[in-house]
């Protein structure tokens, strides 16, 4: 009798070690399932991925100034492209978007590109002056800085204006789509 429960005890007793080491194995499994998402979470907040890099700026943006309709396209890959919207009486109201000409606003910033800075967290326009960027906040709000003799920060629409040169910049994004554009373009 005592030579049958000797195998059975042996038996329980390393059965109740085992169970001691799952249990620590699941928590050094836990400690590793933590760093990795840590390590992902940091990962993804530092820099946008390249696909959708400039995503919170892509958009279509009104650059109005008196009366003279014009269009800024920002593309995925982010290219500033300025159009002069023809349906107004400057343009012979005319239902297609033109290549700007020297009189449409924003027409300075026009085929110049925006990279992301890493260090500012903003997208600035490249080889503008003024320099332009756009910044997006913790709320997803869209803001413009520029950046020339004073740093003007604003949500709201900006328009500047001289005889020579028309800038308006909105942080707004409106209901045309770069696709709308693109078929609306003017037959030359």
């Known amino acids: 009798m005592k030579k049958a429960l000797l195998p059975l005890f042996v038996s329980l007793t390393l059965a109740a070690c085992g169970g001691g080491s799952d249990s620590d194995n699941k928590?050094?499994?836990?400690s590793s399932k933590t760093q990795t998402n840590t390590t992902t979470s940091t990962g993804n907040t530092q820099t946008p991925e390249k696909s959708d890099e400039f995503a919170p700026i892509a958009g279509v943006y009104?650059?109005?100034?008196?009366g003279d309709k014009a269009i800024v396209v920002i593309t995925a890959a982010g290219e500033y492209q300025v159009f002069d919207d023809l349906n107004d009486s400057v343009g012979g109201n005319k239902a297609c978007y033109a290549a700007p000409s020297d009189s449409t606003p924003n027409k300075k910033f026009n085929g110049l590109s925006f990279e992301y800075d890493e260090n500012l967290r903003h997208f600035k326009l490249k080889n503008a002056n003024p320099s332009l960027?756009?910044?997006?906040d913790e709320y997803k709000t869209l803001q413009y800085i520029i950046y020339g003799g004073n740093i003007t920060v604003g949500s709201g629409s900006l328009v500047v204006g001289s005889a020579s040169e028309k800038v308006v910049i909105s942080p707004r994004k409106m209901t045309l789509t770069e696709a709308d554009i693109t078929a609306q373009k003017c037959q030359q």
């Open 27 to 30: 928590v050094t499994d836990t």
């Open 133 to 136: 960027a756009f910044e997006v």
């Open 62 to 66: 009104d650059a109005t100034y008196q």
